[in-house]
């Protein structure tokens, strides 16, 4: 680190970051199997300091286990190239791997859960998502779990709601599925 006013004392870590960050392609991939974002940058203590530490996160979701790890040998070859020549130390960490899961229309879970649905709302749709919840855990440790829209709108933003009538549906689906089952 160092004073912004002696910057030659001082090697900059934000600059090979936001190089690396800018070589990441974020957004959906794998015709909508992975999605990938960079969400996060903790960098320096002021405005007026050459940065020691630039912490980079963000995410990779697949349905698709082969295509995540794939992606991640990508993105941790891009942070590599980027220090290769920099006098800077790179710390390239993975954690907290969430298993996708995709399931058939034509599976027991999926068709019991069409039925009950069917008598609630006006169309039944499926969609593949790479949105993380408990089901992605669930479905890991082999007890079989679907996810089911709550009629959020704006989600993971200021504007987030959902109407009350929404929840009150769902919870009538969810009962009438657990009397089903």
């Given at each position: 680190?160092?004073?912004?006013?002696?910057?030659?004392?001082?090697?900059?870590?934000?600059?090979?970051?936001?190089?690396?960050?800018?070589?990441?392609?974020?957004?959906?991939?794998?015709?909508?199997?992975?999605?990938?974002?960079?969400?996060?940058?903790?960098?320096?203590?002021?405005?007026?300091?050459?940065?020691?530490?630039?912490?980079?996160?963000?995410?990779?979701?697949?349905?698709?286990?082969?295509?995540?790890?794939?992606?991640?040998?990508?993105?941790?070859?891009?942070?590599?190239?980027?220090?290769?020549?920099?006098?800077?130390?790179?710390?390239?960490?993975?954690?907290?791997?969430?298993?996708g899961y995709k399931w058939?229309?034509?599976?027991?879970?999926?068709?019991?859960?069409?039925?009950?649905?069917?008598?609630?709302?006006?169309?039944v749709e499926y969609s593949?998502?790479?949105?993380?919840?408990?089901?992605?855990?669930?479905?890991?440790?082999?007890?079989?779990?679907?996810?089911?829209?709550?009629?959020?709108?704006?989600?993971?933003?200021?504007?987030?709601?959902?109407?009350?009538?929404?929840?009150?549906?769902?919870s009538k689906i969810i009962?009438?599925?657990?009397?089903?089952?």
């Amino acid at each position: 680190p160092a004073h912004s006013s002696r910057p030659s004392e001082g090697i900059n870590s934000l600059i090979p970051a936001t190089k690396f960050a800018s070589r990441v392609k974020v957004g959906k991939f794998d015709n909508g199997e992975t999605t990938i974002n960079i969400g996060k940058f903790t960098s320096g203590s002021g405005i007026n300091t050459i940065p020691e530490e630039t912490l980079v996160e963000g995410e990779v979701r697949s349905t698709n286990h082969k295509k995540f790890l794939l992606r991640l040998k990508k993105i941790e070859k891009i942070a590599k190239d980027v220090v290769k020549g920099n006098p800077v130390n790179l710390e390239y960490k993975i954690g907290g791997y969430c298993p996708g899961y995709k399931w058939s229309e034509g599976r027991d879970l999926i068709q019991s859960i069409t039925k009950v649905l069917g008598k609630e709302v006006n169309k039944v749709e499926y969609s593949q998502s790479t949105g993380v919840s408990d089901a992605n855990s669930f479905n890991g440790a082999g007890l079989e779990v679907v996810t089911l829209s709550d009629g959020v709108s704006n989600p993971h933003t200021k504007e987030e709601s959902i109407k009350l009538e929404d929840l009150a549906k769902l919870s009538k689906i969810i009962s009438r599925f657990l009397e089903d089952w």
